[in-house]
Antibody
Framework: QVQLQESGPGLVKPSGTLSLTCAVSGGSISSYNWWNWVRQPPGKGLEWIGEIFHNGDTNYNASLKSRVSISVDKSKNQFSLTLTSVTVADTAVYYC??????????????WGQGLLVTVSS | EIVLTQSPGTLSLSPGERATLSCRASQSVSSTYLAWYQQKPGQAPRLLIYGASSRATGIPDRFSGSGSGTDFTLTISRLEPEDFAVYYCQQYGSSSYTFGQGTKLEIK
């Protein structure tokens, strides 16, 4: 069964850059899946950030598109998130998740445990 | 962007009762791309229902989904203690996902 694990700094300064990595184990990142980032501000709901396919194709949330980049490293079986010009509003638990095809639809069926990232000086 | 509105915000029920959670979309959503997730405190979300009505692997049959167009429903037929959690609906469209704001199912 595929497992995902987020890693990266838990504290980022305002106006700085948030960089996280998701390591995939138990399966290949080159399989027919999309690899996603989702975040959740403390006490609030879920927000989809974006996704990447192993060939480098990406889709992003329009509200974050100007600040977000997702990349994949097939040699390390991992993918990464970069979010620039962060503010306190970017404080959240960041999850990585696999988008798996069930029939015609793609759903987030495996998730990492989540990593709290706080934006503060 | 399609907005999903879930109701009620909080639902207070007792174990053994039936729970009905609603998800309404601001415009029509393909049933193929509608899902429900369960999230417990301190945990990642878990996929329950995909394609509006299909249960994900390992999900008990007391969970069922229905609906089409702009109105979708998650039903839990007989609540177990472990079912008290927050539930989110999600839709996919135009290469983007959106989530509802969530319904908190709490013990009465």
């Amino acid at each position: 069964q595929v497992q995902l694990q987020e890693s990266g700094p838990g504290l980022v300064k305002p106006s700085g850059t948030l960089s996280l990595t998701c390591a995939v184990s138990g399966g290949s990142i080159s399989s027919y899946n999309w690899w996603n980032w989702v975040r959740q501000p403390p006490g609030k709901g879920l927000e989809w950030i974006g996704e990447i396919f192993h060939n480098g194709d990406t889709n992003y949330n329009a509200s974050l598109k100007s600040r977000v980049s997702i990349s994949v490293d097939k040699s390390k079986n991992q993918f990464s998130l970069t979010l620039t010009s962060v503010t306190v509003a970017d404080t959240a638990v960041y999850y990585c998740a696999r988008g798996f095809y069930y029939g015609s639809g793609c759903y987030h069926d495996s998730w990492g445990q989540g990593l709290l990232v706080t934006v503060s000086s | 962007e399609i907005v999903l509105t879930q109701s009620p915000g909080t639902l207070s029920l007792s174990p053994g009762e039936r729970a009905t959670l609603s998800c309404r979309a601001s415009q029509s959503v393909s049933s193929t791309y509608l899902a429900w997730y369960q999230q417990k405190p301190g945990q990642a979300p878990r996929l329950l229902i995909y394609g509006a009505s299909s249960r994900a692997t390992g999900i008990p049959d007391r969970f069922s989904g229905s609906g089409s167009g702009t109105d979708f429903t998650l039903t839990i037929s007989r609540l177990e203690p472990e079912d008290f959690a927050v539930y989110y609906c999600q839709q996919y469209g135009s290469s983007s996902y959106t989530f509802g704001q969530g319904t908190k199912l709490e013990i009465k």
